[in-house]
């Protein structure tokens, strides 16, 4: 299990009353109790205005983790010049770890350096110091990144903020529905759409790699999966299924070179995989009467993760790639539907249904270990942050609303996506950097 290691060079002092402090590291056990966060204090870097909302947008990302807590501004005792040492014992006073100080200034072609250091207040070393890049209107990037390279360094494990969350916006009455394909950063900055809502939309895909979707597009005609590149705009149609109707989209291989989705032909659902290189090489792993949906691929390749009711009632099933026997890996109580393989192989994230309930839980991919991170009214559509540290998913309120939620593998730390209008079926990005 994914344990996350923190500070490498300090971050002691709450825990040690010697006089002489020693040094001691940080670890943090996903499986067991709450995190405590680690408080540091994040200064408003200079030079600028825009500084002090970089320096905002730092300390949002960072707390919205739930592994970090930004002490208060106006308990800091001094404004640290990034180019001078700092006067730890200030720091210390407050009771700060971790110091985070910048500046900003813009150059004859009019972009914005971002210069930053991140100080270890105990050991007195400067743990990160970079400069950073980028037009005037990529602040927000640049803050992102920060943050990045913060929660890298004091974890040990890559951040997840420099993302963008593709997901399906809905508005609208019940009886009218419009749904529209809807991107947003990571934190839900910078919402727009990437279809008019003209057709109905669902299930969008991101690449493991790229900056590349896959989603469904749903007519009188039939469906349709649309392969859509976000840096360029490009799009292409890879599939037109007039006779069958698509029961889940499809998602990417870890190479990139295939997709895999189930699809409803002649009363069966079954899970089909498409060859990217030719869109018309079309391969069925699953032939059985059977509903078989929701396919997801290890991160190696060779495996597939998917839902079935071939027992009797919906449960998870592993499989080759390559399709062949599929063996059952979920036994407890309840329905299991939607899994998705974590990045890092170690985990598969589900839905599960009991009575009126739904619950996000995780398990590994033999079954064993099965952990309920979060219930509620409702809940459907896990998928993982790049790093595997946190699943965004669709909770649906009492009143019928869908919202986007995250919750970290600890299940204490659950948040509100920060999109305040109907979402659902979110879909993570790789890291943009």
Do not use: C
Not at 406 to 421: C, E, F, M, S, W
């Amino acid at each position: 299990m994914r344990k996350l290691i923190a500070i490498i060079a300090g971050l002691y002092a709450a825990l040690v009353l010697a006089a002489s402090p020693a040094l001691a590291d940080i670890t943090v056990d996903v499986n067991q109790a709450a995190v405590q966060p680690l408080p540091i204090a994040i200064t408003a870097f200079g030079g600028q205005q825009v500084g002090a909302q970089i320096s905002q947008v730092v300390s949002a990302d960072l707390e919205r983790s739930g592994l970090f807590r930004p002490l208060d501004p106006a308990t800091f005792r001094e404004q640290p010049d990034v180019a001078v040492t700092p006067s730890f014992d200030s720091w210390k006073s407050i009771s700060a770890q971790a110091l985070l100080v910048g500046s900003v200034s813009s150059g004859a072609d009019g972009r914005l350096s971002v210069d930053f250091r991140l100080w270890d207040v105990y050991a007195g070393d400067q743990l990160v110091g970079t400069r950073l890049t980028a037009t005037p209107d990529s602040w927000r990037t640049i803050a992102h990144q920060i943050a990045d390279a913060v929660y890298e360094k004091l974890t040990g494990e890559k951040g997840y903020f420099d993302t963008r969350v593709v997901f399906v916006a809905e508005s609208g009455p019940k009886t009218h529905r419009v749904t529209r394909l809807a991107i947003m950063d990571q934190d839900g900055a910078n919402p727009s759409y990437l279809t008019d809502g003209s057709a109905m939309v669902f299930a969008p895909r991101f690449s493991t790699k790229r900056q590349e979707i896959t989603y469904m597009v749903l007519r009188p005609t039939g469906a349709s999966i649309y392969l859509k590149n976000l840096d360029t705009g490009r799009e292409e149609v890879l599939g037109r299924f007039p006779t069958m109707t698509m029961t889940m989209a499809p998602r990417f291989s870890p190479d990139d070179s295939k997709v895999a989705f189930a699809a409803e032909k002649d009363g069966a659902v079954n899970i089909y995989v498409m060859d990217l290189t030719n869109h018309a090489k079309l391969q069925r792993l699953t032939d059985s009467l059977a509903i078989d949906t929701s396919p997801s691929f290890s991160p190696d390749g060779g495996q597939i993760v998917f839902n079935s009711d071939r027992g009797g009632s919906p449960q998870l099933y592993v499989m080759s790639a390559s399709g062949g026997a599929a063996h059952r890996v979920s036994f407890g109580s309840g329905r299991y539907n939607a899994p998705v393989w974590s990045p890092d192989g170690k985990l598969i994230a589900f839905v599960k249904q009991e009575g009126q309930l739904f619950s996000i839980g995780v398990m590994s991919p033999d079954g064993s270990g099965e952990r309920i991170l979060t219930t509620s009214y409702f809940a459907d559509e896990p998928v993982w942050a790049p790093n595997g540290r946190v699943i965004m998913f669709e909770r649906k309120l009492a009143d019928g609303a869908s919202r986007l939620w995250t919750v970290d593998l600890t299940g204490h730390i659950q948040k509100d996506a920060n999109y305040p209008y109907s979402g659902s079926d979110p879909a993570w990005s790789p890291l943009l950097h």
